[in-house]
Nanobody, 121 residues
Framework: QVQLVESGGGLVQAGGSLRLSCLAS????????MGWFRQAPGKEREIVAI???????YYPDSVKGRFTISRDNAKNTAYLQMNSLKPEDTALYYC???????????????WGQGTQVTVSS
C-alpha cells in the first residue's frame, strides 16, 4: 500500500522559512516525478513545484525564486524548501507522485494527507 507522509509544516512569520518533507512508502518512486500542491480555503488546488526523475523542475511564477524542490531517491523522500514566505503562501500543502511530468492535479497518481503552512504578517 502506497503512503505519502508529509511533515515540516507550521506557523511562521512573513519572511521566514520552512522545509517540508514527504516520505513515500509501499514502493519506490525513483523513476516518477514528485511534487507539491497547495490549497487555501475557498481556492483551487494549485501546483507549487515538481521534480522529475532526472531532476528537471518546474515552479509557477508565484513561488519561483523562493521555493526549491529536491529529492533523495535513496530515502524515497522529496523536500520543499520555502524561503521568504508570504501570508499568501498560507495553505494546506500536499505531496504528490505523478503519473507523468505535469502540472495538473489530473496528472497525479498518489496524494499525501497534507501539512498546514500558516504565514503570519
Amino acid at each position: 500500500q502506497v503512503q505519502l507522509v508529509e511533515s515540516g509544516g507550521g506557523l511562521v512569520q512573513a519572511g521566514g522559512s520552512l522545509r517540508l518533507s514527504c516520505l513515500a512508502s509501499g514502493r519506490t518512486f525513483a523513476s516518477r516525478a514528485m511534487g507539491w500542491f497547495r490549497q487555501a480555503p475557498g481556492k483551487e488546488r494549485e501546483i507549487v513545484a515538481i521534480i522529475n526523475w532526472n531532476s528537471i523542475t518546474y515552479y509557477p511564477d508565484s513561488v519561483k525564486g523562493r521555493f526549491t524542490i529536491s529529492r533523495d531517491n535513496a530515502k524515497n523522500t522529496a523536500y520543499l524548501q520555502m524561503n521568504s514566505l508570504k501570508p499568501e503562501d498560507t495553505a494546506l500543502y500536499y505531496c504528490s507522485v505523478f503519473k507523468w511530468f505535469g502540472t495538473s492535479w489530473n496528472d497525479v497518481d498518489y496524494w499525501g494527507q497534507g501539512t498546514q503552512v500558516t504565514v503570519s504578517s
